[in-house]
């Protein structure tokens, strides 16, 4: 009775151990190319991930005056994968239709570039 009960225990650890998510610490650098646009005021990113959340926007920074904006985001991910989309003056881009889907390098840093609307 005491192996079985012991077996028993030693099998339930095991299975709730693996029960946690691998995450993955990566850093993500999204350019965005908004060269289109006219008056701009305010560029940024709603995304899936800490720390980016779809309730507010993390500020983007112009690297090139009044076409390319940059945000270097770094997070410990659970997926291979992240979601975001991306705000120009207070719009966020591609209304109604699914966000936009960031896949990981395998690499520790990724970089992606959009542009705002467009896919």
């Known amino acids: 009775m005491k192996i079985k009960s012991l077996i028993i225990v030693l099998l339930l650890c095991l299975f709730l151990s693996n029960c946690v998510q691998k995450t993955y610490k990566k850093t993500i650098v999204f350019t965005l190319d908004v060269s289109d646009m006219k ?6 990113i709603r995304g899936n991930d ?11 920074i112009e690297i090139e005056k009044d076409s390319l904006y ?4 770094t997070g410990d991910m659970a ?7 991306f705000v120009v003056n207070d719009t966020l881009e591609l209304q109604n ?3 936009r889907r960031v896949v990981f390098s395998e690499k520790d840093t990724t970089f992606f570039n959009a ?3 467009k896919r």
Do not use: C, R
Not at 39 to 44: A, E, F, N, S
Not at 50 to 60: H, V
Not at 79 to 85: G, L, R
């Open 50 to 60: 800490k720390p980016l959340s779809w309730e507010e926007d993390t500020k983007m």
């Open 70 to 73: 940059q945000a270097i985001i």
């Open 97 to 99: 239709e699914e966000n």
């Open 39 to 44: 008056h701009l005021k305010k560029v940024g």
């Open 115 to 117: 542009k705002y609307n």
């Open 79 to 85: 997926y291979k994968f992240t979601e975001v989309k």
